[in-house]
């Protein structure tokens, strides 16, 4: 049996993007194992010792059949990698993504993610940073170096709270006032509609990033703030 050998580097690099990974998701892990790319229907790793044997077979009888590259597969890293991605769905933390041999993990749980096993490669660390959609130009003082812009949509009453909290209790965060008077309002309807002219303003790109965590189906255009 061969040495499990992994390799991490858990220097985390940001990544700007106009939203969050599968408009959800802060980190994303990338691994590399050789191998993964057959791990796509196998629960275990003697399912996958099958898939391989199958597919050698096959080179065999038709040699023209060339799969993806099956050398240097060691099965403990597969099944150490096949163990973690079941762990991974089963608990709902993210999604994931297949490209070659490297299997992405998206979620918002980092520490999980550092725990990905990457065995021929370093494991690779990402934070999508959301970009401003645009500049917005005040001729007088500007009120914040943020704003973001509430979508036009039907919103339930747990979420307008969640909305509220969050701008109530996170420091440089504030509301415009129709904003604050729809969330504090009262309805007998269980959703009330959203409209594009409520908007947040904010002082920091992190805390952008918290509003799609929290309520990205909400979230709308988001601009810089400048002065002209």
């Not at 993990?105 to 999508?128: G, R």
């Amino acid at each position: 049996m061969q040495g499990l050998v992994m390799t991490v580097s858990l220097k985390l690099k940001v990544e700007q993007r106009e939203r969050l990974y599968y408009n959800q998701y802060v980190y994303k892990a990338v691994t590399n194992v050789p191998g993964a790319y057959y791990t796509d229907k196998a629960k275990t790793v003697d399912e996958y010792r099958d898939i391989i044997d199958k597919f050698r077979t096959d080179m065999l009888r038709y040699p023209i059949y060339t799969p993806k590259n099956m050398t240097d597969i060691d099965y403990d890293n597969i099944e150490l990698l096949i163990n973690y991605n079941n762990d991974f769905k089963k608990n709902n933390k993210g999604t994931t993504r297949r490209e070659g041999n490297s299997l992405v993990f998206y979620s918002n749980d980092l520490d999980l993610l550092k725990t990905a096993p990457s065995t021929s490669k370093p494991l690779k660390l990402y934070q999508a940073a959301v970009l401003p959609d645009g500049v917005k130009y005040f001729k007088r003082k500007v009120p914040a170096p943020f704003r973001v812009h509430l979508k036009e949509t039907r919103v339930n009453t747990e979420l307008r709270q969640d909305i509220f909290d969050y701008i109530n209790k996170t420091a440089g965060v504030e509301g415009s006032g129709a904003l604050m008077i729809w969330l504090t309002r009262t309805s007998s309807w269980p959703q009330v509609w959203s409209t594009k002219s409520f908007y947040i303003n904010y002082t920091d790109s992190s805390q952008l990033t918290m509003m799609h965590i929290l309520f990205s189906e909400v979230i709308g255009k988001n601009y810089k703030l400048e002065q002209q």
